[in-house]
């Protein structure tokens, strides 16, 4: 059984596919949120097969709204990353045996609280993902990273300059961070931007999968 479920994919080719998405919504959400992006996405990545799994807790008071762990201080948050971090990779490493990939031709995508999750559980992967594409996030647990790091995934982090919600200094932050422990990651503040997605924020992603999948 799979570890998480939620919508999928499957390439827009019609073929077996070549590469995996994998893209962690953010808090008080569920896969369907960004399930969409694979229709961004599939023009350029026509052999990609993306997911888009629910996070494994509920929402406290909201049936069918999930997060990745329980919000209510900056150390509770070290916390939950780190308790979700094998469900995650356990069910990224599913897929990859389903569909009979390498790890290296897997993207990790999140947004906020799934882009929080994503700063850390994929350095601390033995094995190594293609890239991670971080929207809107921050870093909670950098100041173990250094000494927890067991791979070098590259990172883009792309985050509107005015939000409010997760400002745009905990993506640039975290992209210091990562450079300090040998990670590249490229950081992209978008003016006029709030705590969402927009257009550009797709090219640059794409731009960077393009490159991290040739």
């Known amino acids: 059984m799979a570890t998480l479920s939620g919508p999928h994919r499957l390439p827009l080719s019609g073929g077996a596919p070549d590469s995996l998405v994998v893209m962690l919504h953010g808090r008080g959400s569920n896969g369907n949120d960004l399930i969409g992006l694979a229709d961004v996405f599939a ?11 629910n996070a494994p807790l509920d929402l406290e008071g909201m049936p069918g709204y999930h997060q990745w762990y329980e919000l209510s201080n900056r150390e509770s948050r070290g916390e939950g990353v ?19 990939l390498e790890a290296s031709r897997c993207i990790q995508l999140g947004f906020s609280q799934g882009c ?8 601390r992967r033995r094995t190594p993902l293609a890239g991670v594409v971080g929207f809107s996030g921050q870093m909670v647990t950098g100041d173990s990273l250094l000494n927890e790091v067991a791979s070098k995934t590259p990172f883009v982090l792309i985050h509107g ?4 919600r997760l ?41 960077f999968m393009q490159q991290v999948l040739a």
């Open 43 to 53: 023009p350029a990545f026509p052999n990609t097969v993306f997911h888009s799994p």
């Open 82 to 100: 780190r308790a979700v971090e094998p469900t995650v990779n356990a069910f990224i490493d599913e897929l990859l045996t389903e569909y009979g």
């Open 116 to 123: 929080i999750t994503s700063m850390h559980t994929v350095p």
């Open 161 to 164: 300059a005015e939000d409010e």
């Open 167 to 207: 400002p745009a200094s905990g993506s640039v932050e975290a992209g210091a961070k990562f450079e300090e422990a040998g990670i590249a990651a490229s950081v992209h503040v978008l003016p006029g931007l709030g705590h969402s997605l927009d257009a550009r924020g797709f090219v640059l992603a794409g731009i």
